[in-house]
């Protein structure tokens, strides 16, 4: 690989043989217009089916569209959060991308979180399922919306971020600004991108947080069972972490910013 690409795509994958073909042939499409480089790494999580396998078949295909496409894989199965993060650290590109692999968010909706980051207004946006703007054509269950609000209102108390989702899998960053933040993310699971969030304000990074187009897809891989509790015990953990000196490391390189909405 020669260029620098502009964005780097991360979509984590697990067990995803059945519908990952079917998500990079639309990333193809869309990204085929693109003007910049574009790569795309999957990040499969230890899969016992034949995910890896089917992205590798894919790589000249999309290599057609102008579009670089690599797997990584986990070693073994590690969560949602070690996933993001491993494709995070191998990214090249200026800006970092990651959307599940059932493109809950549509990828048309790509524009409204790079817009604030090269506009240089933000370091980072986030997608939101849960502002005025946003739009939810396909909902989850009313079970799974109720635990939704009851862990973001757990969030706000316990770290004092103030965002109205910070669950929705479509966020984009600056790679140099939060590099250091993902090498000092420790969090594996779901709640990683609070964590994520919680580290972007102790640097400094601006955070914008976007409404967008939003369907529940079937087949996604939380369930509502007695692990759910795991992204709360995750949360309080982190606040623990960081009182006891766990994150004094990321203090040092601290960016100052011009006066701007880092939650």
């Known amino acids: 690989m020669s260029e620098t690409p502009f964005l780097s795509l991360i979509i984590p994958a ?18 085929r217009r693109a003007t910049a480089g574009v790569e795309v790494i999957v990040v499969d999580d230890g899969s016992t089916d034949a ?9 000249p295909t999309l290599a057609a569209t102008g579009v670089s496409l690599q797997v990584v894989q986990n070693p073994g199965n590690q969560g949602k959060g070690y996933s993001v993060r491993h494709g995070f650290l ?32 933000y370091d980072a946006a986030i997608g939101s399922r849960d502002l005025p703007d946003s739009q939810i054509g396909t909902h989850q269950s009313a079970l799974r919306e109720l635990a939704g609000r ?14 109205a989702d910070t669950q929705c899998g479509f966020k984009a960053f600056r790679r140099d600004v939060f ?22 304000r102790k640097v400094g990074a601006r955070v914008a947080e ?29 606040r623990w972490r960081d009182w006891q000196g766990g994150y004094t490391p990321l203090s040092a390189v601290s960016r100052v910013m011009s006066p701007g909405p880092a939650k």
């Open 14 to 31: 697990y067990n995803e043989s059945a519908r990952i073909a079917p998500t990079l042939e639309s990333v193809g499409d869309y990204f």
């Open 51 to 59: 995910t890896a396998a089917v992205v590798r078949q894919l790589i």
């Open 90 to 121: 191998k990214a090249r590109g200026d800006l970092v991308l990651f959307s599940d692999a059932d493109l809950s968010t549509p990828l048309s909706e790509t524009p409204k979180l790079l817009a604030p980051i090269t506009s240089e207004q």
């Open 150 to 163: 009851t862990f973001n209102r757990f969030m706000r108390l316990t770290t004092g971020l103030s965002y």
């Open 179 to 200: 590099l250091p933040v993902f090498q000092s993310q420790r969090v594996k699971g779901f709640a990683f991108d609070v964590e994520i969030l919680y580290l972007a």
């Open 210 to 238: 976007v409404p967008v187009v939003w369907n529940h897809a079937e087949g996604s891989k939380v369930g509502f069972n007695w692990r759910s509790v795991r992204p709360f015990w995750d949360v309080a953990a982190l």
